[in-house]
């Protein structure tokens, strides 16, 4: 199996290497896909990302999302230059807002001026990925961000009862990310659905 780097290396180049219309088309037709699924619209409490280094472009699903009323959330991971949680958390975003760059470089709201939520509260995130595979594994950025973020939901007490079964964690990537099968760590969280700006599936773990 190819070792998580190599893969993320050869996914990042690939997703960098869409041209602006294809990345229009991805997020256009990311939307459409997530206007199609119960669990989006059933969601109230949204988690998604500020596209960076080639992801999907969420703003169009963003914009659909408050029109339906529904409200949008953000990571935050800081800029680095304060001590604070060590966790990723969300932060409200509503259009228009103004957004500061993380050490990364990666927009997000400021936490002076918006409202934190619990992630558990959140009953959707959109995780952003590098590569997937359709048994529930993702591939990020490296950063572990997500993975310590929702730790929680491999506990063995995390029922379907559980306050701890949300959110729903669902992957988004363009297609072209997908992988067969990716290696996995004991740390790794798996996704529950993917969506691509072609297709919506549940992942086979959860079925
Ligand atoms: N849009 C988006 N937002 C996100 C994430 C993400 O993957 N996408 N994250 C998901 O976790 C968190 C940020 N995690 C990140 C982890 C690594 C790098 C990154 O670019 N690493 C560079 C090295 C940069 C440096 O050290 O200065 C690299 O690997 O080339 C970026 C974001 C929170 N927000
Ligand atoms: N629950 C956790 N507690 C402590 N460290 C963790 C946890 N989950 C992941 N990590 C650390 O995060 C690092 C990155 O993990 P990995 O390569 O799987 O990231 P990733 O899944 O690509 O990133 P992300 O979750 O941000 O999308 C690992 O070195 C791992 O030690």
Known sequence: MKEKNEIRRQMRA?????TPEQQDQAAFGVMSQLSTQSCFLFSQHIGFYWAS???VDLTYAMDFAQRLGKRCYLPVIGDGTKRVSPRMQFYEYRQG?????NRFGILEPDRRFSR???????NMVLMPLVSFDHFGGRLGMGGGFYDRAFAYRKSKTNTYLSPFST??????AHSCQASTRLPSDDWDVAME???TESF???CNNVL
């Open 200 to 202: 919506a599936a549940l």
């Open 167 to 172: 959110p729903a964690l669902i992957g988004v």
């Open 14 to 18: 690939a997703r960098r290497a869409l």
């Open 116 to 122: 934190r939520i619990p992630v558990w509260c959140l």
């Open 193 to 195: 659905g993917i969506v």
């Open 53 to 55: 280094d080639g992801e």
């Open 97 to 101: 807002m103004p957004l500061r760059p």
